[in-house]
């Protein structure tokens, strides 16, 4: 009886070691779930494109491979805001781990329809004052993000090189865009400090463009724009009218050089992004968490010069900002 029991008792343990064994295996075999990652962008232009790539670089630097061991449903509301809500709408139904806003309206509708899992910001000049977050330092929330706020002392020190006769500057920006205003506002002090007479139009949208545009030509020596996703969607359109009038456009946005813009100090777009993809990367990792996560700025720009510009329209670069562009920015002839 003895004997019965014991082999018994033998097979009871085999029969547990097999499927322990067994389980094991099956988990290892078993693939992990791929993390679904949303990426919502306001609507398509150059400095907006050039963001979004750089998120997905910054993704594959910590590892993830979109179609390998990433899912990224990517969603461009082409500048409608129903779209902007649909889209928040349809990461939150599919659950997606974490999403990510490029520019503030696309962070808006994201921060507005999902509160539970993180929400990244791509690139928004002041997430705080657009309301996005309690404090830059210490968000507090489920959002988090990177900040593409410009030098703007950088910026108008650059004008002025440019300009030394300048009597009147004018500033251009869509009055819908909460990135665009709180810039226009601290560019106003900004101004005030350094005795700049700035003269201030503003848009509601691309329709108003030309009548704007060609209306602050007739007044101003010169016309800053702001991070403005509305102008730089129709940066063709300010640029043709200056042009007609010889007065020079300095944005503040790398991108918007290359599109006509005489020259900036500006935050590199592609970094911005790579920024992004990044911090992604380590929320997803769990490493790092969007509550105690500080908003990440770029404090300083890299100069661009668009020479061809300037010869067009009759502007000399200085010397010494040329040397630079060569050296350590970027010089496009």
Same mark, same amino acid.
Do not use: W
């Given at each position: 009886?003895?004997?019965?029991?014991?082999?018994?008792?033998?097979?009871?343990?085999? =029969?547990?070691?097999?499927?322990?064994?067994?389980?094991? %295996? %099956?988990?290892?075999?078993?693939?992990?779930a791929?993390?679904?990652?949303?990426?919502?962008?306001?609507?398509?232009?150059?400095?907006?494109?050039?963001?979004?790539?750089?998120?997905?670089?910054?993704?594959?630097?910590?590892?993830?491979?979109?179609?390998k061991?990433?899912?990224?449903?990517?969603?461009?509301?082409?500048n409608?805001?129903?779209?902007?809500?649909?889209?928040?709408?349809?990461?939150?139904?599919?659950?997606?781990?974490?999403?990510?806003?490029?520019?503030?309206?696309?962070?808006?509708?994201?921060?507005?329809?999902? !509160?539970?899992?993180?929400?990244?910001?791509?690139?928004?000049?002041?997430?705080?004052?657009?309301?996005?977050?309690?404090?830059?330092?210490?968000?507090?929330?489920?959002?988090?993000? =990177? %900040?593409?706020?410009?030098?703007?002392?950088?910026?108008?020190?650059?004008?002025?090189?440019?300009?030394?006769?300048?009597?009147?500057?004018g500033?251009i920006?869509?009055?819908?865009?909460?990135?665009?205003?709180?810039?226009?506002?601290?560019?106003?002090?900004?101004?005030?400090q350094?005795?700049?007479?700035?003269?201030?139009?503003?848009?509601a949208?691309?329709?108003?463009? !030309?009548?704007?545009?060609?209306?602050?030509?007739? %007044?101003?020596?010169a016309?800053?724009?702001?991070?403005? /996703?509305?102008?730089?969607?129709?940066?063709?359109?300010?640029?043709?009218?200056?042009?007609?009038?010889?007065?020079?456009?300095?944005?503040?946005?790398?991108?918007?050089?290359?599109?006509?813009?005489?020259? !900036?100090?500006?935050?590199?777009?592609?970094?911005?992004?790579?920024?992004?993809?990044?911090?992604?990367?380590?929320?997803?990792?769990?490493?790092?968490?969007?509550?105690?996560?500080?908003?990440?700025f770029?404090?300083?720009?890299?100069?661009?010069? /668009?020479?061809?510009?300037?010869?067009?329209?009759?502007?000399?670069?200085?010397?010494?900002l040329?040397?630079?562009?060569?050296?350590?920015?970027?010089?496009?002839?």
């Open positions: 009886m003895k004997k019965k029991y014991l082999i018994s008792g033998v097979i009871v343990i085999l =029969v547990a070691v097999l499927g322990f064994a067994f389980f094991q %295996s %099956s988990q290892k075999q078993k693939p992990q791929k993390p679904t990652v949303g990426i919502l962008q306001l609507m398509s232009h150059p400095a907006l494109d050039t963001i979004h790539k750089g998120i997905i670089h910054g993704l594959e630097e910590e590892g993830y491979k979109p179609g061991n990433i899912k990224i449903d990517f969603q461009n509301a082409q409608d805001q129903s779209n902007l809500k649909t889209m928040s709408t349809k990461f939150a139904n599919e659950d997606a781990d974490l999403s990510i806003g490029i520019a503030t309206p696309s962070a808006q509708a994201l921060a507005n329809t999902i !509160t539970k899992k993180p929400v990244i910001l791509g690139a928004i000049t002041d997430p705080k004052g657009a309301g996005l977050v309690k404090n830059n330092n210490k968000p507090g929330g489920n959002i988090t993000g =990177v %900040s593409d706020q410009a030098p703007l002392k950088e910026q108008l020190n650059l004008i002025k090189q440019f300009m030394p006769k300048m009597k009147t500057l500033i920006y869509t009055s819908s865009d909460d990135s665009a205003v709180a810039q226009y506002k601290m560019f106003v002090k900004l101004c005030k350094e005795n700049v007479r700035l003269k201030a139009y503003s848009i949208n691309t329709n108003d463009l !030309t009548q704007v545009a060609e209306q602050a030509v007739r %007044s101003v020596d016309i800053y724009v702001p991070t403005d /996703n509305t102008i730089a969607g129709a940066m063709q359109t300010l640029v043709g009218a200056a042009n007609n009038a010889k007065v020079p456009v300095f944005p503040a946005v790398d991108t918007m050089v290359k599109q006509g813009g005489v020259a !900036t100090y500006g935050i590199d777009q592609y970094q911005l992004g790579v920024a992004t993809g990044k911090m992604s990367a380590q929320i997803l990792k769990g490493k790092k968490k969007p509550s105690s996560t500080p908003i990440k770029f404090r300083h720009g890299k100069l661009i010069i /668009n020479e061809k510009q300037a010869d067009k329209l009759g502007i000399k670069v200085p010397t010494n040329l040397k630079e562009a060569r050296q350590k920015g970027e010089l496009i002839k």
